[in-house]
């Protein structure tokens, strides 16, 4: 190859290429034509036509389209999709050559004729993607169209819908995996009795996973809907029925009004345990509940530890209407905001990789047509084979959904809410702070704690000189000190009035003993060996036992024989079978000779021939035999013997005296 030529072929020269200016590219390009024109002609102009090809991966500009619903209108979210592409063009080395410019379109709620004429303006005008909406109803329309032109539908939503969508891609964790996350926290806390207060009508169906799971962890579950002017009612009742753990899934903006009731009805103390399912419970002011010790946990999805959190907070904050939310005075991105900004970033990687192996050709969509777009499928595997990054943790797909994530556990500890532990969907619950939630202000409350005098378990001391809790000793007073210390709170031993553990009383209808303190509340627990039983059980709750009594059988379970062919001759013993089967073989050649000697046996073959001495027998050996078995079997066999039906009458004849002479001839 001649010098100048490879000089033009230069891999590096061509590296370089989009970083020239305009003119400058011109001029490289027309200088390259004739030199290739001048030495290799028209096989000269097909290697510039490939490696432009190669180097023309993705067009100079590409379009994607938003729509977002009215109320969205300059909000974070959409705030979020604007910085995004912005960050996306002015790094360079995501996307080197290519700049990406949006269209977005703002359509009322619940509207999807409207909807359904935006998304084909989009087609029009040549978008590679849609963005949005996070209205389920309309998500829905915009899907339906995408999938018909290949177009990729890019999402930041909760779908509860768990079938595979064809060219749909969503960041929104599924509520599958969700309802896995709860469980297993509920699981951690060993959670017995819990209350699902959902509002949304599908909120329940978002739950469903849970509640068909309760049945594995043995909780009962108390399920009841609510909104804003039912929640007092609702969790009144929930008190009513002595329930301390609640599973809250209500609408985020209807979150202030919940923690109202909370208040109202003093149910704000260290016996309740609050999880609520928003990703956001840090944006809400929880100045009422610092210092009462109720318990408040929530998942957290974005990811404020990570490097590229820190980086894009500290870049918003320069910028006008960056949608950031101010906590404690630090800025703070939204669950939803962050979904948005990554499910960008999760399309920009997807064109890095179609830049590197595919061509993607511009193409104008009508929704008139049945014409779809040729690279869309594969710009959607693209899209689907990337890993991200993102401000809510790593994000990958399978099949457009998101399936590997990390999800921060928040709990609210005295003044601020904080991070005690994470959880996985193939790790589980990973707590890194245990004590969190046993808060130490706890320590401050005095537990009744009633018990009765047994030798070994509790005993009272006999020096008259000790007061308090050391007058006692023994093996559940020890138990219950190590108890006190790990969990952290202090307790007052008292010994119950009348001295009794605790037996129904049928007359009164009511209990007496350390059951009955226990039911009055005037103790706050009980430390004795007392022994569990269903009656017990339905009045009061048990921990454990420490101690096990009884008496117990062991029995080898019994293990069944091989099958065999003739299996169906266990019932009778050998012996048996060998009887019936002699008597099959004696009755057969018994009914051959009667059938021999029988004259009403022999008929003509032939009716018509009256006059012929052919005569034949039907029971022959075989079907003597044949015989037997039909009749053994109770199943017909197509003979019938005819001579013993003569024998019976005969004999029925002779018996009742009408004829006391007869022949057999």
Request: with cysteine; aromatic share 14%; glycine share 4%.
């Amino acid at each position: 190859m001649p010098q100048h030529i490879s000089n033009f072929c230069n891999i590096d020269d061509w590296c370089h290429f989009y970083e020239r200016p305009l003119k400058k590219r011109t001029n490289f390009m027309r200088k390259g034509l004739l030199e290739l024109n001048a030495s290799y002609g028209i096989f000269g102009y097909l290697i510039l036509l490939s490696m432009l090809l190669l180097a023309n991966a993705l067009p100079p500009v590409i379009r994607v389209g938003a729509i977002f619903t009215e109320d969205e209108r300059d909000s974070n979210i959409e705030s979020a999709f604007k910085y995004a592409i912005y960050r996306i063009n002015k790094d360079k080395s995501l996307l080197p050559n290519t700049q990406l410019v949006y269209d977005i379109e703002h359509v009322p709620r619940d509207d999807s004729f409207r909807t359904t004429k935006k998304v084909c303006r989009h087609l029009e005008t040549g978008v590679q993607a849609i963005f949005g909406p996070t209205d389920p109803l309309l998500a829905a329309h915009v899907q339906s169209i995408c999938e018909a032109f290949d177009i990729p539908h890019i999402e930041a939503r909760l779908d509860l819908e768990m079938n595979v969508k064809e060219f749909a891609i969503n960041l929104y964790p599924s509520q599958h995996i969700m309802n896995m996350a709860y469980r297993d926290f509920m699981m951690y806390l060993n959670w017995t009795k819990v209350a699902l207060i959902y509002e949304d009508d599908y909120g329940l169906f978002k739950q469903q996973d849970l509640i068909h799971s309760s049945a594995e962890m043995k909780t009962e579950m108390y399920i009841r809907q609510a909104n804003p002017e039912t929640y007092r009612q609702v969790l009144r009742a929930i008190r009513q029925k002595e329930i301390y753990k609640i599973v809250v899934d209500t609408n985020p903006t209807n979150i202030k009004t919940f923690f109202r009731s909370i208040l109202q009805l003093q149910m704000n103390d260290h016996r309740y345990h609050y999880m609520f399912t928003t990703f956001d419970l840090e944006t809400y002011d929880l100045e009422d509940f610092r210092y009462n010790s109720v318990n408040i946990t929530a998942f957290r999805l974005v990811d404020v530890g990570s490097k590229r959190y820190q980086e894009v907070i500290n870049q918003m904050q320069n910028i006008q209407h960056s949608g950031l939310n101010v906590i404690n005075g630090m800025p703070y991105i939204q669950a939803d905001s962050a979904l948005m900004f990554d499910s960008v970033y999760a399309f920009a990687y997807g064109l890095k990789r179609l830049d590197s192996s595919h061509t993607l050709t511009f193409t104008n969509i009508s929704c008139n047509s049945d014409k779809t777009w040729g690279d869309g499928l594969s710009l959607y595997n693209y899209i689907n084979s990337a890993a991200v990054d993102g401000l809510t943790g790593k994000v990958n797909f399978i099949e457009g959904r998101r399936n590997k994530f990390k999800i921060d556990i928040l709990k609210l500890k005295q003044e601020i809410i904080q991070k005690v532990g994470y959880w996985q969907p193939d790790v589980g619950v990973n707590i890194s702070d245990p004590t969190a939630f046993y808060d130490s202000n706890i320590a401050n409350i005095t537990l009744i704690v009633m018990t009765r005098e047994e030798r070994p378990y509790v005993m009272v001391k006999d020096d008259a000189n000790l007061t308090g809790n050391a007058r006692f000793e023994g093996f559940c007073i020890d138990l219950l000190k190590a108890i006190a210390q790990q969990v952290g709170f202090q307790y007052k031993i008292e010994l119950v009035p009348d001295n009794m553990y605790g037996v129904y009383i049928p007359e009164t209808n009511s209990w007496n003993g350390i059951v009955q303190e226990l039911m009055e509340r005037r103790a706050d627990l009980a430390v004795a060996s007392m022994t569990i039983n269903y009656a017990r059980e339905s009045v009061i709750d048990f921990t454990k036992p420490f101690m096990n009594l009884g008496i117990g059988i062991l029995f080898k379970v019994p293990t069944s024989q091989p099958t065999r062919l003739f299996s169906f001759m266990n019932p009778l013993a050998i012996e048996i079978w060998l009887y019936v089967l002699a008597a099959y073989i004696l009755v057969s050649f018994a009914l051959f000779v009667m059938a021999r000697f029988s004259p009403y046996e022999w008929k003509n073959p032939h009716p018509c021939y009256k006059e012929t001495d052919i005569v034949e027998n039907q029971f022959s050996i075989s079907n003597s035999f044949w015989f037997i078995t039909g009749t053994f079997l109770r199943q017909g066999s197509g003979l019938n013997p005819k001579y013993f039906n003569i024998e019976v009458v005969l004999t029925f004849r002779y018996q009742i005296g009408l004829n006391r002479s007869f022949s057999l001839s």
